[in-house]
């Protein structure tokens, strides 16, 4: 199975429909899905010279911002869309 990494055009491309002031977001963790705030964009090279691009999260302790709100992780597809239970009909008090 071949694996093809996002590319920076490629995030530049998405990011260019979003908002420009909204702040920035790192989802981590499918089977426990938390938010990050992201701070750092470190351009380097990997082991076979190639250059590589890692977004980095910060590194004061408000960084991990708890958990990912549930509609991110159903549209990321890490978690399955859960429905209300359906409701019963009240019952009338007697007294």
């Known amino acids: 199975m071949t694996h093809t990494e996002m590319t920076v055009g490629d995030l530049i491309d998405r990011l260019s429909a979003c908002d420009r002031s909204a702040p920035l977001r790192l989802a981590m963790n499918p089977f426990f ?9 470190i351009q380097t090279q990997d082991r076979d010279g190639r250059t590589v691009v890692y977004l980095g999260e ?24 859960v429905l209300a239970p359906p409701r019963r009909p009240r019952r009338a008090a007697r007294g």
């Open 33 to 41: 899905p938390m938010a990050h705030r992201l701070e750092q964009v």
């Open 58 to 81: 910060g590194r004061d302790a408000e960084t991990q911002l708890g958990t990912l709100p549930p509609e991110v992780a159903v549209q990321l597809a890490w978690q399955a869309p």
